[in-house]
């Protein structure tokens, strides 16, 4: 690949990245853990430059390294930091693999990250975009919630910033031809295998209890939808206030409406702090104890609901949930390995989801011919539809999500060892649910 010399600029002698994309583009395909290398002549030349709130510096007897940062807005703390502090570590190792990839492919750039904590807070999350964006940053991953994506989206359209969401899915947030871009599917889909789950397992009226936010909102109103008009159902909605230190009024109220509609079952729409409290005082309710409960993915991994009492207590009532996952694959297999081996757990949910937008995000910025954000909002679609990673292919859609999206039925069980697990029972296949074990 010695040719590619004649390529190189003059002056800052910084590699020609649109000769540059037509590299990337080639190689970003089945790279998804970082394990492929292609060698480029090393540009001569001097210095250091930055992207994203940096500075130039030249020198004749060092090579031009170019950096690149990457802002992430995760949820450290509040409702989802189960999910956001382990994200940490697979925003370490996507770095780390993409500094990796830019080397082997003979690119004298490197990527930082610069990681915020949003709280699972929807202003905390605009603050941090605008943050970013004083900086310089053009591209941001995160945040988690999809009322925090529809926070940031006014802002971030407004300013050209690029936003990729590992985890978003309310369909509202569907859009086409926004900044925004999710490396997951709508809930638009999920709602519909959620409503087929309850269909088949027999019930006709339910009581869908959810979040009052973008997220719950919308997936309450597509589960009622799809389960009335697809199923002949009756599903009743009640909401629940967000971000509340203690549920028990608001599970007194659920239990109240159950009993007056004659529902036999509870569709829980949550996050997992919420979550586990309103099913631990569930657990302790007369009426709620005694019918079934269902749910989406937002309290997957939840720790609480490992706990023995409440465990035992979502056994009993045959509890079963739906989830995004990602079809069986190599890279998939070594990330939750390499995950295992450095933090003695397994990723939780949209871990994978987040690693492949680390990936599309910085052969995006390869691509592009200037760190800038229309330039890196043209080139993103075509950069995921030519890269598999571990959570698959990352095509994406009109609206800038991800097009395919699989999804399991999970629920929690006993394990051999005799501790609570998460288990994946069943699965959704030509519109029906096929379970591999029916809890």
């Not at 394990?35 to 430059?49: F, H, I, L, N």
């Not at 697809?230 to 009743?236: H, K, P, Q, T, V």
Request: charged share 20%; with cysteine; net charge negative.
């Amino acid at each position: 690949m010695s040719n590619l010399n004649k390529y190189y600029k003059t002056g800052e002698e910084i590699m020609d990245m649109k000769v540059l994309a037509a590299i990337v583009i080639s190689l970003i395909v089945g790279l998804g853990i970082g394990y492929g290398a292609a060698v480029a002549m090393m540009p001569s030349g001097g210095g250091t430059t930055q992207g994203g709130g940096g500075t130039s510096t030249t020198s004749a007897l060092r090579p031009t390294t170019k950096v690149y940062k990457i802002g992430f807005t995760l949820p450290l703390s509040g409702s989802l930091s189960s999910i956001g502090k382990p994200w940490e570590r697979v925003v370490e190792m996507g770095i780390k693999d993409l500094n990796a990839k830019a080397k082997a492919m003979g690119c004298n750039v490197r990527f930082e990250a610069v990681v915020l904590d949003d709280a699972t807070q929807d202003e905390k999350a605009l603050q941090n975009v605008q943050t970013f964006a004083q900086q310089g940053i053009k591209l941001v991953i995160g945040p988690a919630a999809s009322s925090q994506v529809k926070a940031v989206k006014s802002y971030a359209d407004s300013n050209h910033i690029v936003i990729i969401s590992p985890s978003s899915t309310a369909p509202t947030l569907s859009i086409p031809d926004d900044f925004i871009f999710r490396t997951v599917g709508s809930d638009a889909l999920q709602a519909k295998v959620l409503a087929t789950l309850v269909a088949q397992e027999g019930f006709k009226k339910v009581v869908v209890f959810y979040r009052n936010d973008e997220y719950g909102t919308a997936f309450a109103q597509f589960f009622k939808k799809y389960f009335e008009n697809d199923f002949g159902g009756s599903a009743e909605l009640q909401s629940y206030t967000t971000d509340l230190s203690d549920y028990s009024s608001e599970v007194n109220s659920l239990s109240s409406k159950v009993s007056s509609s004659g529902a036999k079952a509870v569709v829980l729409i949550s996050f997992d702090t919420d979550g586990a409290n309103i099913l631990s005082h569930a657990s302790q309710n007369p009426v709620l104890s005694k019918i079934r409960w269902f749910a989406s993915e937002g309290i997957h991994g939840a720790s609480e609901l490992l706990q023995p009492s409440l465990a035992s207590f979502l056994m009993n009532v045959k509890f079963m949930g739906t989830r995004p996952v990602t079809p069986s694959n190599v890279l998939y297999k070594d990330f939750v390995k390499r995950f295992k081996a450095e933090t003695g757990e397994d990723p939780p949910v949209f871990s994978e989801n987040l690693y492949d937008a680390i990936q599309i995000a910085g052969m995006a910025i390869l691509m592009a011919d200037k760190y800038d954000g229309d330039a890196l909002k043209t080139v993103l679609p075509e950069v995921a539809k030519n890269y598999y990673g571990p959570s698959g292919w990352t095509l994406l859609d009109d609206n800038g999500d991800k097009a395919t999206q699989n999804y399991a039925i999970w629920t929690v069980s006993k394990a051999a060892s005799g501790k609570y697990e998460f288990k994946d029972v069943g699965t959704y296949e030509h519109g029906s649910v096929i379970f591999m074990e029916h809890p």
